[in-house]
């Protein structure tokens, strides 16, 4: 049985302490609704720090993006 897409994210973080944007989630995972990954993770006692970041997009446009990254447990 495969692992539930939140079960994925965890252990990315556990393994990533520079966390993880919800493009890369979707290119890694197939996870189209990180928010609510990262939602239930903290429902479920984990500290997932949302981290607002700006950067550039492949044409030199703004953007603005998210990193999760995991704290530890509440």
């Known amino acids: ?18 966390g993880i944007t919800s493009l890369q989630a979707y290119k890694m995972f197939g ?7 990262v939602f239930n993770l903290r429902k479920m006692g984990y500290d997932v720090r949302s981290t607002p970041k700006t950067g550039k997009n492949r044409f030199g446009a703004k953007v603005n993006y998210v ?5 530890g447990r509440r």
């Open 1 to 18: 049985m495969s692992k539930a897409q939140h079960e994925m994210v965890l252990d990315y973080l556990k393994e990533h302490k520079e």
């Open 67 to 71: 990193v999760y990254t995991l704290e």
């Open 31 to 37: 996870i189209m609704q990180m928010p609510k990954r």
